[in-house]
Protein backbone atom coordinates (compact mmCIF):
# COMPACT_ATOMS: atom_id res chain seq x y z
CA UNK A 1 0.00 0.00 0.00
CA UNK A 2 1.32 3.59 -0.59
CA UNK A 3 1.80 5.35 2.81
CA UNK A 4 -0.15 8.53 1.30
CA UNK A 5 -1.46 9.64 4.23
CA UNK A 6 -1.22 13.16 5.51
CA UNK A 7 0.62 14.31 8.80
CA UNK A 8 0.23 17.14 10.42
CA UNK A 9 2.59 19.26 12.25
CA UNK A 10 2.47 18.85 16.76
CA UNK A 11 3.57 21.42 19.37
CA UNK A 12 5.59 19.09 21.77
CA UNK A 13 4.16 19.40 25.37
CA UNK A 14 7.02 17.02 26.75
CA UNK A 15 8.39 14.06 25.95
CA UNK A 16 6.29 10.85 25.22
CA UNK A 17 3.32 13.53 26.83
CA UNK A 18 0.10 13.75 25.56
CA UNK A 19 -0.68 16.10 22.37
CA UNK A 20 -2.74 18.77 22.49
CA UNK A 21 -5.32 19.05 19.26
CA UNK A 22 -9.03 21.50 20.13
CA UNK A 23 -10.32 20.35 17.16
CA UNK A 24 -13.16 17.94 17.14
CA UNK A 25 -15.02 16.35 14.33
CA UNK A 26 -18.21 17.27 12.96
CA UNK A 27 -21.20 15.36 14.54
CA UNK A 28 -19.67 15.02 18.32
CA UNK A 29 -21.65 16.11 21.20
CA UNK A 30 -19.74 15.04 23.91
CA UNK A 31 -16.28 13.42 24.30
CA UNK A 32 -14.22 11.37 27.08
CA UNK A 33 -10.78 11.43 27.19
CA UNK A 34 -8.80 8.24 26.79
CA UNK A 35 -5.45 7.57 28.92
CA UNK A 36 -2.45 7.68 26.88
CA UNK A 37 -0.41 4.38 26.65
CA UNK A 38 -3.44 1.70 27.62
CA UNK A 39 -3.45 3.43 31.34
CA UNK A 40 -7.05 3.50 31.85
CA UNK A 41 -7.70 2.07 34.86
CA UNK A 42 -10.88 0.02 34.31
CA UNK A 43 -11.71 -2.91 36.62
CA UNK A 44 -11.95 -6.33 34.10
CA UNK A 45 -14.34 -7.05 32.10
CA UNK A 46 -16.29 -3.78 32.84
CA UNK A 47 -16.74 -1.06 29.95
CA UNK A 48 -14.65 1.62 30.07
CA UNK A 49 -16.48 3.51 27.52
CA UNK A 50 -20.02 2.50 26.78
CA UNK A 51 -21.98 2.50 23.66
CA UNK A 52 -19.95 5.62 21.60
CA UNK A 53 -18.76 6.30 18.37
CA UNK A 54 -15.87 5.58 17.44
CA UNK A 55 -14.98 8.43 15.12
CA UNK A 56 -11.48 8.69 13.04
CA UNK A 57 -9.52 12.24 13.78
CA UNK A 58 -8.78 12.79 9.94
CA UNK A 59 -11.67 12.00 8.40
CA UNK A 60 -14.83 12.32 11.37
CA UNK A 61 -16.20 9.36 10.20
CA UNK A 62 -17.47 6.90 12.28
CA UNK A 63 -16.44 3.31 12.35
CA UNK A 64 -18.82 0.03 11.79
CA UNK A 65 -19.22 -3.42 10.30
CA UNK A 66 -19.77 -3.31 6.48
CA UNK A 67 -22.77 -5.02 6.50
CA UNK A 68 -23.74 -8.53 3.60
CA UNK A 69 -27.49 -7.77 2.05
CA UNK A 70 -28.41 -5.72 4.67
CA UNK A 71 -27.11 -7.85 7.52
CA UNK A 72 -24.56 -7.30 10.44
CA UNK A 73 -24.81 -10.27 12.57
CA UNK A 74 -21.99 -12.38 10.57
CA UNK A 75 -18.57 -13.22 11.66
CA UNK A 76 -15.84 -12.04 9.52
CA UNK A 77 -17.04 -8.76 8.50
CA UNK A 78 -15.00 -6.22 7.26
CA UNK A 79 -14.87 -2.43 9.49
CA UNK A 80 -15.45 0.55 7.01
CA UNK A 81 -15.55 3.99 7.99
CA UNK A 82 -19.24 5.98 7.19
CA UNK A 83 -20.93 8.91 7.88
CA UNK A 84 -22.16 9.10 11.42
CA UNK A 85 -25.77 8.55 11.69
CA UNK A 86 -27.69 10.60 14.91
CA UNK A 87 -25.98 9.04 18.17
CA UNK A 88 -29.66 8.51 20.27
CA UNK A 89 -31.17 6.52 16.96
CA UNK A 90 -31.74 2.76 17.68
CA UNK A 91 -30.71 2.69 14.48
CA UNK A 92 -27.38 3.79 14.80
CA UNK A 93 -26.05 0.81 17.07
CA UNK A 94 -23.82 -0.28 14.60
CA UNK A 95 -21.94 2.53 14.97
CA UNK A 96 -22.04 2.08 18.95
CA UNK A 97 -18.52 0.42 20.52
CA UNK A 98 -17.72 -0.06 24.00
CA UNK A 99 -13.69 0.09 25.09
CA UNK A 100 -13.81 -2.96 27.64
CA UNK A 101 -10.55 -3.97 29.56
CA UNK A 102 -9.81 -7.86 29.40
CA UNK A 103 -6.34 -8.14 30.84
CA UNK A 104 -2.94 -7.14 30.71
CA UNK A 105 -0.70 -8.63 28.81
CA UNK A 106 2.42 -7.95 25.99
CA UNK A 107 2.06 -6.22 22.53
CA UNK A 108 4.33 -7.15 19.80
CA UNK A 109 7.02 -5.06 19.20
CA UNK A 110 6.53 -3.39 22.41
CA UNK A 111 8.54 -4.44 26.08
CA UNK A 112 6.56 -4.42 29.33
CA UNK A 113 3.33 -5.15 29.70
CA UNK A 114 -0.22 -3.50 28.74
CA UNK A 115 -3.75 -2.37 29.75
CA UNK A 116 -5.68 -5.05 27.30
CA UNK A 117 -9.11 -4.08 25.88
CA UNK A 118 -11.64 -5.35 23.35
CA UNK A 119 -13.75 -3.38 21.25
CA UNK A 120 -17.08 -4.74 21.27
CA UNK A 121 -19.90 -3.49 18.71
CA UNK A 122 -23.45 -2.67 20.52
CA UNK A 123 -25.24 -4.16 17.72
CA UNK A 124 -23.74 -7.09 16.74
CA UNK A 125 -21.92 -7.97 20.25
CA UNK A 126 -18.73 -9.16 18.25
CA UNK A 127 -15.24 -7.44 18.89
CA UNK A 128 -12.77 -5.60 16.58
CA UNK A 129 -10.50 -7.91 15.45
CA UNK A 130 -7.37 -8.51 13.23
CA UNK A 131 -8.40 -11.03 10.77
CA UNK A 132 -6.83 -14.45 10.55
CA UNK A 133 -3.82 -12.90 12.78
CA UNK A 134 -2.00 -11.10 9.79
CA UNK A 135 0.59 -8.86 11.45
CA UNK A 136 1.42 -7.26 7.31
CA UNK A 137 1.03 -3.44 6.80
CA UNK A 138 -2.72 -3.59 5.61
CA UNK A 139 -3.76 -6.56 7.13
CA UNK A 140 -7.74 -6.17 7.45
CA UNK A 141 -10.07 -5.79 10.61
CA UNK A 142 -13.01 -7.68 11.00
CA UNK A 143 -15.86 -7.76 13.80
CA UNK A 144 -15.51 -11.52 15.27
CA UNK A 145 -17.30 -13.24 17.99
CA UNK A 146 -15.24 -12.33 21.02
CA UNK A 147 -13.36 -14.46 23.59
CA UNK A 148 -10.83 -13.45 26.03
CA UNK A 149 -7.91 -15.67 25.17
CA UNK A 150 -7.18 -14.76 21.06
CA UNK A 151 -4.76 -11.39 21.19
CA UNK A 152 -5.91 -10.77 17.18
CA UNK A 153 -8.45 -9.26 19.15
CA UNK A 154 -6.81 -7.15 22.33
CA UNK A 155 -6.31 -3.66 21.74
CA UNK A 156 -4.14 -1.35 23.52
CA UNK A 157 -4.00 2.03 23.61
CA UNK A 158 -0.79 4.49 22.36
CA UNK A 159 0.09 7.76 22.02
CA UNK A 160 -3.16 10.36 22.49
CA UNK A 161 -3.11 13.31 20.68
CA UNK A 162 -6.30 15.72 22.78
CA UNK A 163 -9.35 13.55 22.43
CA UNK A 164 -7.82 10.82 20.06
CA UNK A 165 -5.47 8.04 20.62
CA UNK A 166 -4.22 5.04 18.76
CA UNK A 167 -5.14 2.13 18.94
CA UNK A 168 -2.56 -1.03 18.80
CA UNK A 169 -3.37 -4.38 18.35
CA UNK A 170 -1.51 -6.98 20.55
CA UNK A 171 -0.79 -9.92 17.72
CA UNK A 172 0.82 -7.63 15.47
CA UNK A 173 1.69 -4.72 17.63
CA UNK A 174 0.01 -2.67 14.25
CA UNK A 175 -2.44 0.55 14.75
CA UNK A 176 -5.82 0.78 13.45
CA UNK A 177 -5.92 2.65 10.45
CA UNK A 178 -7.96 3.99 7.67
CA UNK A 179 -6.92 2.65 4.32
CA UNK A 180 -4.51 4.99 2.20
CA UNK A 181 -5.74 7.92 4.79
CA UNK A 182 -9.11 7.98 3.22
CA UNK A 183 -11.27 10.73 3.96
CA UNK A 184 -14.30 8.80 2.22
CA UNK A 185 -17.30 7.04 3.47
CA UNK A 186 -16.76 3.39 2.65
CA UNK A 187 -13.21 3.22 2.97
CA UNK A 188 -12.07 0.49 5.08
CA UNK A 189 -10.70 0.04 8.22
CA UNK A 190 -6.79 -1.85 8.45
CA UNK A 191 -4.21 -2.15 10.58
CA UNK A 192 -0.59 -0.53 9.69
CA UNK A 193 2.83 0.37 11.16
CA UNK A 194 2.25 3.15 13.90
CA UNK A 195 3.60 6.25 12.78
CA UNK A 196 2.55 9.50 14.60
CA UNK A 197 5.64 10.70 16.36
CA UNK A 198 6.64 13.58 18.90
CA UNK A 199 6.72 15.95 15.85
CA UNK A 200 3.81 14.71 13.83
CA UNK A 201 0.44 12.98 13.69
CA UNK A 202 -1.38 10.95 11.77
CA UNK A 203 -4.78 11.39 11.52
CA UNK A 204 -5.58 8.10 9.73
CA UNK A 205 -4.54 6.06 12.82
CA UNK A 206 -6.16 8.33 15.14
CA UNK A 207 -9.46 7.40 16.70
CA UNK A 208 -11.52 8.85 19.30
CA UNK A 209 -14.57 8.23 21.58
CA UNK A 210 -18.06 10.26 21.62
CA UNK A 211 -21.41 10.04 22.01
Request: net charge positive; glycine share 10%; hydrophobic share 35%.
Amino acid sequence: MNDRRRTIPVLLVAAFAVVAIAASPPHVTSSRRISANGSYPAAPHTAAFSGQRLINYGSGLCLQPEPESGAYFINGLSIIQYFCLDADSVVATQQHWSLIFVKTGSVAGRSGSFNLYHLVNELTGQCLDDRNGNTADGAPVQQWTCNSSSTTMLWTIGRSVGQYAEFINSRSGKCLDIRGGSLQPGAYVQQYRCTTTLSTINPAQLFGLFF
